[in-house]
């Protein structure tokens, strides 16, 4: 159906093919980086039997990245769009990993009751666009970067935990105030990691975890910066856009 509307793109050294489409809503670093972050912290606290549950994945990017790192996780790639969630079915099938993911049609703003409070890490890249601005003239690429409630979002999304378990999301460093004002009605131990684009820009980005019930004091943590003062790639970024994963935390 998509054969004349979809790019077939490589990452992590071609080690995972991603189908998606030529126009609409199309992988970036946030994606690729949030993955990472998470196959660190899988590595540092080596739990076997992980459910984890990806909202608003699109084609499954986070998805497919985390289970290429992980075969002993049960991932539920949760998507409202009809046209994202066919491609990501089909990403799942190219890269092998039908006993890892299961792509279901679900909306965070109206949860299935049977997923409440039944995974241990929850993760998102939450649409960050509010109704004022500028709209593209793509519907698809507006469905995936605009949203209407961002609180109801992440509200939402802490539902899906266990207790105890760990939501990570990725955000416009802008949303930092916003972001913790929703997540600390039901979570706390906060970990905040700033990312910057080079020694002299302030941050842009951020990955912020929280445990559902967790009451620890907030840590801000060293954070990185994807290009030094001569315009390369830092060594840390490289890490995780070769490997998938985070090997310094």
């Not at 993955?35 to 549950?53: D, E, P, T």
């Not at 608003?56 to 409202?80: D, H, K, P, R, W």
């Not at 979002?153 to 207790?163: F, M």
């Not at 559902?212 to 994807?226: F, I, N, V, W």
Request: no cysteine.
């Amino acid at each position: 159906m998509f054969s004349k509307n979809v790019t077939v793109d490589k990452i992590l050294r071609g080690k995972i093919s991603i189908r998606q489409l030529k126009k609409g809503f199309r992988y970036g670093f946030e994606g690729v980086f949030l993955a990472s972050f998470i196959n660190g912290y899988l590595k540092k606290i080596k739990k076997k039997n992980i459910s984890l549950a990806d909202v608003g994945s699109g084609v499954g990017v986070i998805s497919l990245i985390i289970a290429y790192q992980n075969n002993e996780i049960n991932i539920t790639a949760i998507e409202n769009n009809y046209s994202y969630l066919e491609i990501a079915n089909e990403n799942i099938i190219i890269n092998n990993f039908q006993k890892t993911i299961n792509a279901i049609k679900g909306d965070v703003f109206n949860i299935d009751s049977k997923l409440i409070n039944s995974f241990d890490i929850v993760v998102t890249n939450p649409p960050f666009y509010d109704e004022k601005q500028k709209k593209s003239e793509n519907e698809l690429d507006n469905y995936a970067k605009r949203i209407t409630n961002y609180e109801s979002w992440i509200d939402n999304s802490i539902k899906l935990l266990k207790d105890r378990g760990t939501i990570f999301l990725i955000i416009p460093t802008g949303l930092l105030e916003k972001s913790l004002i929703a997540l600390r009605k039901k979570t706390g131990s906060f970990k905040i990691f700033p990312i910057w684009p080079n020694q002299n820009k302030s941050s842009k980005r951020l990955v912020i975890f929280a445990k559902k019930g967790g009451a620890s004091p907030t840590e801000l943590m060293p954070g990185m910066r994807l290009f030094n003062n001569r315009g390369k790639i830092t060594k840390k970024a490289i890490t995780y856009t070769d490997n998938g994963i985070f090997k310094f935390l």
